[in-house]
Nanobody, 120 residues
Framework: QVQLVESGGGLVQAGGSLRLSCTASGSIRSINVMGWYRQAPGKQRELVASITFGGSTHYADSVKGRFTISRDNAKNTVSLQMNSLKPDDTAVYYC??????????????WGQGTQVTVSS
C-alpha cells in the first residue's frame, strides 16, 4: 500500500554536495518519524539522520554539521542535504518512515535505496 520513492543519488567529488529526496504515497493519514539510513558494502545499515513530526532532529556524529534533514508534511517528503561530502559517505542511502495509515495502523516503510558515491 505505502510506497517510498527516493531520488537524488549520484556521483560527486569529495567536498561536494548532494540532496536526496524521498516521497511517500498511499493510504497515509500522517507520518511520525522520517529518517535516512545508509549501508556500505560489508557494513551494517546505520541511521544517518531522523526528524519527528514536530521537527526535532537527530544526526549521527559522523555527519553532524555537514548533513541537514528536513521534511514537508504536506507532500509527505523527507530530504537530506549533504554538504562537504567525504569518500566515507559512499553508500546506498535508504529513507525510512513511520506511517500512520488512514485506518490508524502504524507501519514502517523503506525506500528502494539510492547510490551515493563520493570520489577522492
Amino acid at each position: 500500500q505505502v510506497q517510498l520513492v527516493e531520488s537524488g543519488g549520484g556521483l560527486v567529488q569529495a567536498g561536494g554536495s548532494l540532496r536526496l529526496s524521498c516521497t511517500a504515497s498511499g493510504s497515509i493519514r500522517s507520518i511520525n518519524v522520517m529518517g535516512w539510513y545508509r549501508q556500505a558494502p560489508g557494513k551494517q545499515r546505520e541511521l544517518v539522520a531522523s526528524i519527528t513530526f514536530g521537527g526535532s532532529t537527530h544526526y549521527a556524529d559522523s555527519v553532524k554539521g555537514r548533513f541537514t534533514i528536513s521534511r514537508d508534511n504536506a507532500k509527505n517528503t523527507v530530504s537530506l542535504q549533504m554538504n562537504s561530502l567525504k569518500p566515507d559517505d559512499t553508500a546506498v542511502y535508504y529513507c525510512n518512515m513511520e506511517v500512520l495509515t488512514i485506518l490508524y495502523r502504524r507501519s514502517e516503510h523503506w525506500g528502494q535505496g539510492t547510490q551515493v558515491t563520493v570520489s577522492s
